[in-house]
């Protein structure tokens, strides 16, 4: 760096002259070091952005939802069909449990169908589950998945 006053060469770091004494503006440096300010907030903001957009692509639909309430109740049915089976002695009794499965899980295709809906929030999305008359939120969906409460199971019961 050359001093803007007498022309001497001093070191890129030098604050002064060391001919004149004068105060050195390096106005190179200046430049590059607010260069390097901006560009970690234009990478911030393009993961931001990137995040944003991957969360708008994959927020699930609403058969996404209305898969995973049905994948659960499916599930619990099932449990409790098991759970007869291993605990019960009595073949009428199992074989009650497993028909009481199979209408299970066309009743659950049913009330899915009916009753479950999704509130889109853009980035995400949450389980709505109309059940007689009541409405609940059990769920909700984000960056491709769908998470559901067990409490969907005790507002069955209700
Ligand atoms: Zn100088």
Request: charged share 20%; proline share 1%.
């Amino acid at each position: 760096m050359y001093c803007h006053k007498c022309g001497k060469e001093n070191i890129d770091s030098a604050k002064f002259c060391k001919g004149c004494g004068v105060q050195l503006v390096d106005t190179q440096f200046g430049s590059s070091s607010r260069k390097n300010k901006t560009s970690p907030q234009i990478v911030i903001l393009i993961v931001l952005s990137l995040g944003v957009l991957t969360a708008i692509l994959t927020n699930p639909s609403e058969a996404e939802h209305k898969s995973a309430v049905a994948d659960l109740l499916k599930q619990s049915a099932f449990e409790n069909v098991l759970e007869t089976a291993t605990e019960s002695e009595n073949e009428f009794e199992i074989a009650g449990s497993a028909l009481g499965y199979s209408l299970g899980v066309s009743f659950v295709d049913r009330i899915v169908e009916m009753g479950v809906t999704r509130n889109n929030y853009l980035l995400f999305s949450t389980t709505k589950f109309n059940y007689q008359g009541k409405s609940r939120t059990v769920g909700y969906g984000v960056f491709g998945n769908v998470s559901i409460s067990k409490n969907i199971k005790r507002a069955m019961q209700e």
